[in-house]
């Protein structure tokens, strides 16, 4: 079977599993690409920079200092099995298993329920305006297809939906969240757009970054739909 492929890795962290100290692994490789993708260099399939055997070893050490372990990307369920055997592993050491995933591969994401404790699903943009910021037209109906599926399964999950001005307007946001409260959505992050890197688009202004989070009348109809809103504003 082949390895899974280790470009980065965050040793400590208590933002990305809900109330778990964790360690996040970057997985190399992903389907989309996105126009504000953070981690571009992680999109392009190349050999990992982290030796996956290595990192269980060190993984070993942390038993008892931390409670969870994130597989992030790139997008990490591109490795498949070997993804699903790693975790596995990595599972029957102790931790809690974390996912961030785009949702491109549900049915990988079906494989691998009885491994993962929790996931934080990306929902990036209306239909109508996913292809424009993903390149990439199937996008848009494979994470629906995880969503119902994490809906279904009764799994432990978030969906998070980045405000890019420049992809999502208020009422596109209104249109995200009327259409996850329909499908029963118990838990969604609100995360505010950092500029990371010269992506050739035009720039935002932080008032433009800034409008989802101070408008009350906003927050307050998604409060009203969604039992659990979480404002990630820095
Ligand atoms: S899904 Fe994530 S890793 Fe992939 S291109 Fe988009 S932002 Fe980058």
């Not at 360690?23 to 399939?45: D, E, K, M, Q």
């Not at 992030?72 to 102790?94: C, K, N, P, Q, T």
């Not at 202004?205 to 739909?225: G, S």
Request: negative net charge; proline residues 5%.
């Amino acid at each position: 079977m082949r390895e899974i492929q280790i470009g980065g890795l965050v040793s400590f962290t208590t933002i990305d599993y809900p109330g778990k100290l964790a360690a996040v692994l970057f997985l190399v490789g992903c389907p989309l690409r996105c126009a504000y993708c953070s981690n571009p260099h992680l999109i392009t399939p190349a050999p990992g920079e982290y030796d996956p055997e290595l990192v269980f070893d060190w993984l070993k050490s942390r038993i008892g200092r931390l409670e969870a372990v994130v597989f992030s990307g790139g997008e990490a369920l591109m490795h498949g099995d070997a993804l699903i055997e790693y975790m596995r592993r990595v599972r029957e050491l102790g931790f809690n298993i974390g996912l961030h995933t785009n949702g491109f591969y549900p049915n990988v994401l079906r494989r691998a329920e009885s491994v993962i404790d929790w996931v934080g699903l990306d929902y990036k943009a209306t239909r109508a305006r996913y292809h424009e910021l993903v390149g990439n037209d199937v996008a848009y109906d494979l994470m629906s297809g995880s969503l119902d599926f994490l809906v279904e399964s009764g799994m432990d999950f978030e969906v998070r939906i980045t405000c890019d001005p420049r992809y999502i307007t208020k009422s596109d946001l209104m249109e995200i969240i009327t259409d996850l409260h329909n499908r029963g959505v118990k838990t969604v992050a609100i995360q505010k757009y950092i500029p990371h890197h010269e992506d050739g688009q035009t720039p935002t202004t932080a008032a433009d970054r800034d409008q989802f989070f101070n408008d009350d009348e906003l927050r307050n109809k998604i409060t009203r739909l969604i039992p659990s809103v979480i404002w990630r504003n820095s």
